[in-house]
Nanobody, 114 residues
Framework: QVRLVESGGGLVQAGGSLRLSCAAP???????????INWYRQAPGKERELVAR???????NYADSVKGRFIISRENSSKKAYLRMNDLKPEDTAVYYC?????WGQGAQVTVSS
């Protein structure tokens, strides 16, 4: 059963913006609201890396490479999470994954052209 569904990837020029969404339609609200939500990414030939995290109390953490450009948020009432990506750079090109332990989304391709 698919428990996390991602959307919002695509092709964008450098300097542009995208918003990724992660929905957890099969997850019970009370479980979702108490979970930390992570966004990871994996570029070709590289290991998967943690990009951003948001705790149940709303505390956020970002990788240094995206700090000041990406914003993670959550909407517990709809069991969704978002990753707003601004000022995108070619090095942001990767497949982005939503993670709510132990579940993973299917991945969303983000391609940034120079």
């Amino acid at each position: 059963q698919v428990r996390l569904v991602e959307s919002g990837g695509g092709l964008v020029q450098a300097g542009g913006s995208l918003r990724l969404s992660c929905a957890a339609p099969r997850m019970i609200y009370s479980v979702f609201s108490l979970k930390t939500i992570n966004w990871y990414r994996q570029a070709p030939g590289k290991e998967r890396e943690l990009v951003a995290r948001i705790d149940p109390d709303g505390t956020t953490n970002y990788a240094d490479s995206v700090k000041g450009r990406f914003i993670i948020s959550r909407e517990n009432s709809s069991k969704k999470a978002y990753l707003r990506m601004n000022d995108l750079k070619p090095e942001d090109t990767a497949v982005y994954y939503c993670n709510v332990v132990p579940d993973w989304g299917q991945g969303a391709q983000v391609t940034v052209s120079s």
